[in-house]
């Protein structure tokens, strides 16, 4: 008791309490009072602090060290971009070697490939090559586990066969299947289970689409293909998210490139679209590609299983 007079004796407790602000219920002034009570420190060295911090957030320079702000650079990293002679893909291999990654271009057609390593060369940039076909997964496996370990997979190889749903026949169905989801998931697994048994950590995309989200007329496989794509990414978040491998899709919304040439050049189509994102413009390949750095760096280091939607809106409503 003496001990607990004398403590208390050694401060005024009409100062500790001026020194709370008016609202006496706050339970944060509520939890330092009763610790300057008993060891008799000063309430406006503890309280001081609080007062010049929001939520625990700095509002001074030199009230703490300043947070690390993310990087988006690739120095040392490899990437497989799959799909890269078009497009989506062909846009992400760009902004991933100019990031300083060592990309590995990969889709059935030599040709493209080689034209678009010959470009990446004139800026001073290496790419190798290598054709490669999702549809036939034994043979991509197999020169997956030949080209060596990736830190980055860009998978952007897709196709579409738009159809009613009523009209949808099986060849559609399956051709469409085998690329936008048996040949990305196994394309997946491939460069997973090279970090994995490395014990390396990874960036796992695959380039998904806002009708992974929501349904489209005519688009009832590609619309399967593409919700399924999002469900496997989020599985595969969970089986590999302690080995620090990371998985997750970009969903464009309608960008011009050829796959989209007929949406494109259908005047009714076009009106759909333009109706339906709520931006006021169609979307092109520079607007993926932020998130495509975002998704490969470390600056996505805690986002695993998510779908960036690039879709100026048109999932908003
Ligand atoms: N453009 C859009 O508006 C849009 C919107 C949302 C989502 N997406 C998705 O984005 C991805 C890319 O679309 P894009 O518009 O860029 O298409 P794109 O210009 O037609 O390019 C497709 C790329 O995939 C390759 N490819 C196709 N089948 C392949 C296979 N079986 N194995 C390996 N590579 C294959 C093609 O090269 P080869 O022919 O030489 O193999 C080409 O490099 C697709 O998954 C698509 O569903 C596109």
Redesign the pocket.
């Known amino acids: 008791m003496d001990y607990f007079k004398a403590r208390v004796n050694r401060r005024d407790f009409k100062g500790m309490i001026g020194a709370a602000p008016q609202n006496q219920t706050d339970p944060q002034i509520m939890r330092i009072l009763p610790a300057c009570w008993f060891t008799g420190a000063d309430p406006q060295a503890i309280l001081a602090p609080a007062k010049a911090s929001l939520h625990g957030y700095p509002m001074t320079a030199h009230a703490t060290t300043l947070p690390k702000t993310p990087t988006f650079d690739l120095g040392g990293r490899r990437a497989l971009v ?9 846009g992400a291999a760009v902004a991933l070697a100019r990031a300083g990654a060592r990309v590995t271009l ?4 030599l040709a ?1 490939l080689t034209q678009l390593s010959d470009a990446l060369a004139q800026e001073g940039l290496r790419a190798e090559t290598c054709v ?4 036939d997964v034994e043979d991509m496996q197999d020169k997956v586990r030949r080209l060596g370990l990736f830190d980055i997979l860009l998978n ?5 066969r738009h159809a009613r749903a009523d009209l949808t026949t099986p060849d559609d169905f399956d051709a469409v299947m085998a ?2 989801l048996r ?1 990305a998931y196994f394309v997946t697994q491939a460069v997973a289970n090279g970090l994995l048994a490395a014990g390396k950590p990874g960036s796992l995309i695959n ?5 992974g989200h929501v349904g489209g007329p005519e688009r009832a496989v590609y619309c399967a293909s ?1 919700f399924a794509l999002e469900g496997f990414t989020k599985a595969m978040a969970i089986d590999w998210g302690a080995a620090n491998i990371r998985v997750n899709t970009i ?5 011009r ?4 040439e007929p949406t494109f050049a259908d005047p009714n189509s076009l009106k759909w679209v333009q109706e339906k994102i709520s931006l006021p413009r169609t ?1 092109v390949v520079s607007d993926v590609l932020g998130a495509v750095l975002y998704l490969a760096s470390d600056a996505s280091g805690m986002v695993t299983g998510s779908a960036l939607m690039i879709d100026g809106g048109w999932t908003a409503g």
């Open positions: 799959v799909g890269a002679s078009s497009g989506i893909g062909l990969g889709a059935r057609h493209p490669m076909d999702l549809s952007s190889a897709g196709l579409a690329v936008n040949g380039i998904s689409s806002q009708m593409k969903c464009p919304t309608f960008i490139t050829p796959l989209t979307g």
